[in-house]
């Protein structure tokens, strides 16, 4: 063979391997493009092939070219981890670059299905988690959404991806995060959105990504719905607080001040005055008073020390405390409890507060001349439960409109004065929000059921507490108001 043929069969071999080399390179272009290897794949390719034309001028210069090329392809395996540490150096003839390039495109098809599962996982872990999380593209189309944030706008996953943003969310907030991360800048923010009548607070983070070889935003909501309401609870409590304390705060302050002034010698004004003192310091401890025993009540902490209780005792106890306010007003205070209550497993001191609550507010809203009564009785036990109590506190007095009855257990809510009857029955505001808490610590319930200028029948209900075998349960009488 002559040289010119030898020198042209050479570089008929050597145009094939380029060829082969550059089709394996390109197949792992078009597989990595997401890996981040595109680049160092295509830095190799575009050596290879720039000097590939070089390699026609003379033999040297071919292997060198040929040594190079198998350089950067080792370089480029050992760099990513796919076959290891090249043991082997780089072969400067056309056999060796094929073998070196099979071996990196082997190597990479490996890579990129473990890359495959590693990502399949990824998806499931997001698919999993609680918080609501969303993929949008710049143009504000979802990519992907994961289960809870299908069930945060109330689709089916199908009709979430491919959805505009803007046809999910009609909250101006999450659109202006949106539009602040499309800018490329990270953007937070609490959202509120109403679904199904009810109002979430969402914490609400917007931070740009690259998405399918573009720019996107992901999305992510943590709902701080109860976090805000206990927030807001506090703020109101304390300002409720604060005036409560400031309105007798400030009366006793405008008595010692008329007595060390004007009424300084004044003996009748004296005795005016200290009345209107001790009047207001009684209404501060019973504020206090009230305030730690909500405190206590409402502490998840806070555990009922339960023991066996003779409710008949109880409540004859309760006779005497409100035996001289009831006859000061021609009220009648009857109490008619089963005999079975003389062993209830609860906690006395709970149970004596709420009853006392419940009685004073009955006496409280009684009109003059009228009756309250309060009745005890045993309800069935169910499950295999023991039998239950059932305490009614009955009056005849003004009653509770119907729009006030779902608040009256909120804390310093009260039926504004012109309703009530005037200031003289005007109270914390605390009390029915200490039964509330007091019964729920002791595993029972209280029901209210009124009729405006008829009167108002309190229920508390407390399961599995009545001692003793054989007590025959009285069906639950059907509740009388007046």
Known sequence: MTAGAMT???????????????ATLVVGLCALWATGWVVAVVSAAAAGMSVWVLVTRDTRRRQMVLASIG????????KHGAIGEATEPAVATLGGLERRAAAVSEAIGVAMV???DQLHGLEDVIEALDVPLMAVSVDGHVRLANAAACALVGRESEAVKGANLEDLFTEAAVLELMRQAREGRHAAGQVRINRNLMVRVLDTQASPVRLGGGRGVVLSFQDVT??????????????????????????????????????KNDPQMHTRFAEMIRANVVRLEELVRDLLDLSRFESEESVASCAEVDCLELCADLAQVFEQEHKDRSIELEFQLHQALRRVWTDRSALELVLRN???????????GGSVRVLGSVVAGEGGLRPGVRIDVIDQGIGIPVSHQQRIFERFFQVDQARS?????????????????????LGGTVEVKSVWKQGTTMTVLLPDSVMGGGVEAEPPRRREVG
């Not at 069969?9 to 080399?21: L, P, R």
């Not at 350089?71 to 050992?78: I, N, V």
């Not at 419940?358 to 003059?368: P, Q, T």
């Not at 109270?427 to 007091?438: E, W």
């Open 71 to 78: 350089g950067r392809l080792t370089d480029l395996a050992s």
């Open 226 to 263: 109860d976090l805000a309401m206990a927030v807001q609870l506090k703020t109101d409590f304390v300002g409720n607080a604060s005036h409560e304390l400031r309105t007798p705060i400030a009366s006793i302050r405008a008595a010692v001040d008329t007595l060390l002034g004007p009424a």
């Open 8 to 22: 042209e069969h050479h570089m008929k071999e050597i145009g094939s391997a380029a060829a082969v080399a550059c």
């Open 358 to 368: 419940l009685i004073e507010n009955a006496i409280k809203f009684s009109h003059d």
């Open 114 to 116: 473990r890359l495959g």
């Open 421 to 441: 009857g005037g200031a003289q029955r005007r109270g914390t505001g605390l009390g029915l929000a200490i039964v509330k808490h007091a019964v729920r610590r």
